[in-house]
């Protein structure tokens, strides 16, 4: 699982956005191609289209969730119930490590105004500025760990 988790942060360090490297580091393993994954979770980058609100990396870990433990039947309740139940500990687990799932609060901006659609360069000094990285990595982690833990 450890290459997965690299896979994450290489996928962030070339362009793609937190939600993309995390979906797409285990994708394949839920029968999508990494074009469909990317694609799948692109809106979810920056705190959901970079308005700065549910971090990305998380929304990724999510979609993961529904992947594994997600219903397909909508009368199925103990199924929805099942998955919620994983996406709310993944959730207290992202939390406990990271100290919010908001991405504002994780990148220590105050929420005051709109942001702008425009991401930054990636450069340098923005790997420098921003823990974007590390969550991406905690997220495929804590995936990992997951998936090793029910297996």
């Not at 500025?129 to 804590?142: G, N, Q």
Request: aromatic residues 8%; glycine residues 10%.
């Amino acid at each position: 699982m450890e290459e997965r988790i690299e896979k994450a942060v290489a996928l962030f360090k070339e362009g793609y956005n937190c939600s993309q490297s995390v979906v797409a580091a285990f994708a394949d393993m839920y029968g999508f191609t990494q074009e469909q994954a990317l694609k799948m979770a692109a809106s979810f980058g920056g705190g959901i289209g970079r308005m700065r609100q549910t971090c990305g990396a998380a929304c990724g870990l999510f979609m993961l969730a529904g992947l594994e433990t997600g219903c397909t039947d909508g009368k199925d309740k103990d199924g929805k119930e099942a998955n919620y139940r994983v996406v709310q500990e993944l959730a207290e687990e992202f939390k406990k490590r990271n100290g919010s799932l908001i991405c504002a609060e994780l990148l220590g901006l105050a929420k005051t105004a709109p942001t702008p659609a425009t991401p930054e360069a990636r450069t340098a000094e923005y790997y420098k500025k921003r823990p974007c990285v590390k969550m991406v990595e905690e997220a495929a982690r804590i995936f990992a760990e997951y998936l090793q833990e029910k297996r």
